[in-house]
């Protein structure tokens, strides 16, 4: 079946340190992936995505590449900022649309 | 554009209790999503509905849950009778139908605790 790991946290991090969360699948078919992240007190908003191996998902200094042989699809950012500090989560969809979460990973940025 | 509207945002109830939540998608897509959001955990698909049909609903614990979607617009979840366990974020998502779009457009929840 489908499912979706990612590392776990929380995460606390300084403002301008290099930021890495994991995230690998599993699949049948070709999933889309993607990155959401919930501000506190806010909702689920999509930060980034990838719809085919090798596409790399981009927004807001966030980048995350689809990686098929290693089946992951890790998030990065080369400089988090205070502003950043969220949860996120990593999903995929199927080819019927069923999206499936990871379990997210809490990220404290301080100044 | 508006997003997805819920409400209410937040419900307090006694166990056994009933409860029922609210969600208008956005205009125009055709999927809704009914999920549980449990504190520390990731959303849990409760109910996929397309249009007015219901698409995938095997999580969704019908001896307590049920959900409608009356016209393909508007959806309610209901919980009768509510347990503790049920303490949670009920999210509500919708989406246009087919691919490669894909992306879940959220609410900001209806956040239950049941005691």
């Known amino acids: 079946g489908n499912s979706v790991t990612q590392m776990e946290g929380p995460v606390t991090l300084s403002e301008e340190a290099f930021l890495t969360i994991n995230c690998t699948y599993t699949a049948t078919g070709y999933p889309s992936l993607f990155w959401y992240v919930q501000y506190p007190g806010e909702g689920l908003q999509l930060l980034l995505k990838?719809?085919?191996?090798?596409d790399k998902g981009s927004n807001k200094g966030f980048e995350a590449t689809y990686r098929k042989e290693t089946t992951s699809f890790h998030l990065e950012k080369g400089s988090v900022q205070v502003s950043d500090s969220a949860v996120y989560f990593c999903a995929l969809s199927d080819t019927g649309n069923q999206f499936y979460f990871g379990t997210g990973t809490s990220l404290t940025v301080i100044p | 554009e508006a997003g997805v509207a819920q409400s209410p945002r937040y419900k307090i109830i006694e166990k056994r209790q009933s409860v029922a939540f609210w969600c208008n998608p956005i205009s125009g897509h055709a999927t809704l999503y009914w999920y549980q959001q449990i504190l520390g955990q990731g959303p849990k698909l409760l109910i996929q509905f397309q249009n007015n049909g219901v698409v995938d609903d095997s999580q969704l614990p019908k001896d307590r849950f049920s959900a409608e979607r009356l016209k393909g617009v508007d959806s309610t979840l209901k919980i009768q009778p509510a347990k503790l366990e049920d303490s949670a974020v009920y999210l509500c998502a919708s989406s246009l139908r087919g691919r490669p779009t894909g992306e879940l457009f959220f609410g900001e929840g209806s956040r239950l605790t049941v005691l």
């Open positions: 990838a719809t085919k191996a090798d």
